[in-house]
Every structure is written in C-alpha cells, then in structure tokens.
C-alpha cells in the first residue's frame, strides 16, 4: 500500500490519459499514486501500464457504476471522452457522437461527485455555438445542434460538472501537432512541391504536442485547489499557416509553401468529416485573437517546464512526418 494521494484516470491508454499516466509515473517528485482505467485491462497497452507501475482497472463511461467503483478512494480525477472512438453502425444509429460525449460525461460527473473526489479535471473545448451564433453561414450538424460537434459537446458537457458539485478545473485543449502525421501535414501539388493546405487564412493556430496535455494536468494537480472552478487552456505555440510551413521547411530540408484551402473548398472534400473539420478551422481562424488569446504560454509553460514549441517536437518527429508524404 502506498500514503500518496492518488490520481484517477479515464481513458489511460488513448493520447490524453496515456499521456498523464505516464507523467505520473515519471514524476521524480513521485507526487502522487495512478489508477489507470480502461475498458480492457488486458489490452497490450494496459498491461504494459500495469508494467510500468500503475494500477489498472476495468470501467467504461457508458457504465456509472464501474467509474464510480474506479473513482473509489481518488483524490483526483481526469476526465477526457473519445468522440472519434470506433463505433459499430448498430451504435452509430443508436445516438449521435456529440449525444454520446453528454451522457459520459455526465455519467463521469455524477460517479466523481459520489465517490468523494477532491478534484477532477475534465478535457473540454470551446462550444463554438457562441461564436456562430443561429447563423447558417456555416452549417449545421448532428440533427441541427451543433457546429463543431466535438468541440461543443464538451463545451456543453461543462455545465454537467458544474450542476452536479463537482470540484473541477475546466482544460480546454487545443489542436495536436500530431495531426501533421494523420492527415494535415504537407503534401505533394501535382507539380512535386510540397504545400501546407490547412484552411487558417492568415491566422494564427495554437497547437500541443498530445504528450504534453498529460504533463501539464499533473502540474495542475500539484497546484492544489488553486485551479478548482476555473478554466486552464492549454498550448505549446502559436502559429501561422506561413510560420508552421517555415518551421517544416527547417526540419524536412525541403520548402513547404502555405497554400490554405478556403472553408467553402475543404467543405467540398470527399471525406467523412470534411464538414465538420472546415467548420472548426474556420472558428479557430475567425476566433484566433481570442483563442491564443486565452492559452498563456507562460503559464503552460509554469504547470509544464517540458512544454514543446512546433519546433522541438518536429525536431523528434520530422521523420515520421516525413514518411507520410508520398
């Protein structure tokens, strides 16, 4: 058995709570104790948590009683939803994603408030609906509710934590640099030359490493109460569609061109959630002064003095963005 305060974490073996699992346990202060919780402890990733020090234990966000169970003798909470899970079309037709993120959420708010945690921390984002406002000059999703449905579930979801008592510090998070590996990095135009499409016009994007998401919560947690009741968003720089293809340029050796696609053209592509990706590039762009605004480096930078700028994590990563270039 072990005296430390211990920390609960939802989704331990995804990006966010993998992330903070580890902080944890590479922590030289060794501050605090880790339960790590999945859905399936047996998963390679879970057994190799297990491995490296935490406690791993079954619960699932559509189940209450398993978190509040999981949540049982935690001091702290960290609370993140997976809107991109992988779904069954049995589950797709069942509820909507952005439906699905309210009910978990809730379902994690209600079993923390019954288990006594001291703190949780919940991963939201922006509910770009008070950007947009009614207008229709971006559209609507999921049956008319939202306009960036995984941002403004969460946004949404917020208040859950609040009605029910929960003392909760608020993490907006923010776009990942590893999206430079799935799909928003340089490409090839058809004249050989590598461009950077994202559709930001001139604007600045905030970005973080996904590891450092993890690092900062745990500074979070070691402020104490100093953060209950309030909203921390979070990032690791401030970019330009121009200043993030500079900083590729250095890295990969060879010139990367910003060329923006507008919203209207990224709408058009034919993926599965082009619609939804333009809306939400188009409040990061059309928000940007507040957005970066509201994410002080300096005090990310005070929670997580291992904070990665865009150019010492391409510095680790370049070659794996390199290998997603055809």
């Known amino acids: 058995m072990t005296d430390k305060l211990l920390i609960a974490v939802v989704g331990a073996t995804g990006s966010q709570g993998g992330g903070l ?109 008070l950007h947009f406002g009614d207008t229709e000059r971006v559209p609507s999703l999921d049956d008319g509710r939202y306009k960036v449905p995984h941002f403004d579930a969460k946004g949404e979801a917020n208040e859950l934590f609040t009605q029910y008592g929960v003392p909760t510090t608020f993490l907006q998070t923010t776009f990942y640099f590893e999206a430079m590996l799935q799909g928003m990095g340089p490409v090839r135009d058809e004249s050989g030359k590598l461009i950077l499409t994202m559709p930001m016009a001139d604007q600045p994007l905030s970005g973080i490493a996904a590891v450092d998401i993890g690092r900062t919560v745990l500074g979070i947690f070691k402020r104490g109460n100093e953060f209950i009741g309030k909203t921390v968003s979070i990032a690791g720089d401030h970019l330009t569609g121009t200043e993030y293809a500079a900083a590729l340029t250095d890295a990969l050796g060879e010139e990367v061109t910003y060329q923006p696609y507008t919203w209207d053209e990224f709408r058009a592509l034919p993926f599965p959630m082009a619609v939804e990706f333009a809306n939400m590039f188009q409040f990061y762009a059309e928000d940007s002064a507040r957005f970066t605004g509201d994410r002080d480096l300096k005090l990310v930078r005070e929670l997580n003095p291992e904070l990665q700028s865009f150019k010492t994590w391409l510095a680790e990563h370049k070659d794996e963005v390199k290998a997603t270039i055809n």
Do not use: C
């Open 21 to 129: 699992v580890r902080a944890i346990l590479n922590d030289p202060d060794a501050t605090y104790a880790v339960r790590a919780l999945t859905r399936n402890a047996e998963s390679d990733s879970a057994k190799a948590l297990a491995a490296a020090g935490a406690e791993v234990v079954e619960a699932d966000l559509d189940d209450e009683a398993s978190l509040r169970k999981a949540f049982e003798g935690a001091h702290g909470a960290y609370v993140v939803t997976n809107y991109w899970v992988h779904r069954t079309p049995e589950e797709e037709a069942a509820r909507s994603r952005g439906q699905m993120e309210l009910e978990q959420a809730a379902n994690a708010a209600r079993a923390a408030k019954d288990a006594g945690v001291a703190h949780v921390v919940w991963s939201t984002l922006e509910d770009t609906r």
